[in-house]
């Protein structure tokens, strides 16, 4: 579950591109994500949602991470509905 970590403190660092103390909340997003991992609590929906309110923080700058990052996210949605 790593990966869910490494995610979060990507979107820190994306966010950081906006505003650079930003990268805070993807380190803090990573840690959090860590202690719930550890109580055995699901952090799959909050990771999901953290990165799809990533995406559309920064389309809404007009920043170009953003409208990449959402339509990573469509693409991974039509490709996992594909697969059987």
Not at 30 to 55: K, S
Not at 62 to 76: D, F, K, S, W
Request: glycine letters at 10%; charged letters at 10%.
């Amino acid at each position: 579950m790593r990966d869910r970590r490494t995610l979060l403190i990507w979107c820190g660092a994306l966010l950081g591109t906006l505003y650079p103390p930003l990268i805070v909340l993807g380190v803090a997003a990573g840690a959090l994500a860590r202690g719930h991992q550890q109580r055995r609590a699901p952090v799959q929906r909050p990771t999901a949602v953290a990165v799809a309110a990533t995406g559309l923080v920064l389309a809404i700058a007009t920043n170009i991470h953003g409208p990449a990052l959402l339509a990573g996210i469509v693409l991974a949605l039509l490709t996992s509905a594909c697969l059987p």
